[in-house]
């Protein structure tokens, strides 16, 4: 730890008296690189801005953990800056939240002055986020992790702790007697992150203590590599995507790999802080449409983003969505706007309507749920040929203000694969068949 005292005093050419802004949740991470710059203040009299975002997610103690950390910039004469995230969209919630915390640090940067962002990310972070990706598919750049300084608009975000690990984050506070709040979501097994906290890193570490060392290097590897693709996808992307619509003659002279770069850069411009929502698989959608016969076509991506094919060009736009409208990407769990949930777990002794098993070799990857749209028909599992959802909202009598916020499962060909709660399509499984995902509706 005390080479990251160092390595902010050296390497950054922190000056004299410049404003900083470090995120800080009160959690063991935050709480001992705080330390560490009010270590630094006092060498170069430096203007800590602490920016805490209380996520209101309706867990014990996110008030209390905001009250520490005031209380704590009060005993330690620092400025304090807060916000409580009021409401969230339809979007992943781990996403989304990064989104506005990222946000709200660059309006503290505009309104300070700030140079530098500092958040805690450290060694163990960066394991389980390669991990996580390489699990879940990402592009070269996401297999990386995440950098140790990222240069933005005017400022840099810093994680002075990336070659740490959380034990020696611990050490640190016991040797300096640093008190700290502990999240109790951190230990659900819930969120994928937990699990691989829990249960796979800890058996890397048994393999070797310093795996974190290796994990950086395959990071900084990989945004060489990635570095390196950049400049020359960007020597071609103004010819083969002028503006923003990509010409698919132009796009199909190309190597495979510089096309997936290039419908990985249309993907990072309107994604933007969103593009984690994103996957290998929703890039091998988008070539797959490319190289069909099909001359006008259209996939739905999260957020509302709808790839269209129109003969030679393909594009990239968000739906014109209006009230109630949503469509969000199936992961692990989901909290709908009627304000029930759908989860993927592991297994199921019932096989009622809330419900469904789905063999993924029958339906197209990835699953959305979203409201109903004019003409949605499935096919119900036992009957022939399709009935309209329409009819079966009114058979079940469901009332006229529960249907346009009624969940539809979907696959990536907008199949209608299942009703939540209601009716089960041809899609489904039953118990003793083939089946790679369970799906339920609470």
């Known amino acids: 730890m005390d080479k990251v005292y160092q390595d902010l005093l050296e390497r950054l050419k922190i000056k004299y008296g410049d404003a900083v802004i470090v995120g800080v949740s009160g959690g063991p991470d935050s709480m001992a690189l705080l330390h560490i710059l009010i270590r630094l203040k006092k060498a170069l009299d430096l203007q800590i801005i602490v920016a805490h975002v209380n996520h209101n997610t309706g867990r014990k103690g996110q008030f209390e953990e905001q009250k520490f950390v005031e209380d704590y910039c009060k005993k330690n004469s620092l400025t304090f800056e807060t916000m409580v995230i009021e409401e969230y969209g339809d979007d992943n919630f781990h996403n989304e939240a990064r989104s506005i915390r990222y946000n709200y640090f660059a309006s503290l940067v505009k309104k300070y002055h700030a140079k530098y962002v500092f958040t805690a990310h450290h060694a163990d972070d960066l394991i389980e986020t390669i991990l996580m990706r390489i699990v879940r598919g990402s592009t070269l750049k996401g297999y990386s992790g995440f950098s140790e300084t990222v240069k933005m608009n005017g400022y840099y975000i810093v994680r002075p702790l990336i070659h740490v690990t ?4 611990y050490a640190y506070l016991n040797k300096h007697k640093i008190k700290y709040m502990l999240d109790s979501s951190n230990t659900k097994d819930l969120y994928t992150r937990n699990r691989f906290r829990k249960y796979i890193v800890p058996e890397f570490k048994k393999e070797d203590k310093l795996v974190h060392e290796k994990f950086y290097k395959f990071s900084k590897t990989l945004l060489e590599y990635s570095d390196y693709i950049d400049r020359q996808v960007n020597k071609k992307y103004k010819k083969i995507v002028p503006d923003n619509v990509l010409n698919i003659d132009e796009f199909l002279k190309e190597d495979e790999l510089i096309q997936k770069e290039i419908i990985y850069s249309m993907l990072e411009k309107i994604y933007q802080d969103d593009l984690m929502l994103i996957t290998d698989k929703h890039c091998e959608l988008i070539h797959n449409l490319i190289t069909s016969k099909k001359a006008n076509a259209t996939i739905h991506l999260p957020n509302n983003i709808q790839a269209i094919k129109s003969y030679n060009n393909l594009e990239l736009s968000k739906l014109d969505i209006k009230d109630n409208i949503y469509e969000i990407q199936i992961e692990e769990y989901l ?4 304000g029930k949930n759908i989860e993927v777990i592991k ?9 469904c098993r789905l063999d993924l070799d029958e339906v197209k990857q990835p699953l959305y749920v979203r409201n109903r749209r004019d003409g949605d028909k499935m096919t119900v599992k036992g009957m022939l040929g399709r009935k309209k959802i329409s009819d079966i909202f009114i058979d079940d009598k469901i009332a006229t203000k529960e249907r346009d916020l009624w969940p539809i499962v979907c696959d990536a060909d907008d199949n209608i694969v299942w009703l939540p709660g ?4 041809k899609f489904c499984k039953e118990k003793n068949e083939k089946y790679d995902i369970i799906l339920k509706y609470y």
């Open 166 to 169: 959380k034990d020696e984050i």
């Open 335 to 338: 909290n709908l706007p009627n």
């Open 422 to 425: 209601l009716k089960k399509s």
């Open 347 to 355: 297994e199921s002794k019932t096989d009622g309507n809330d419900i």
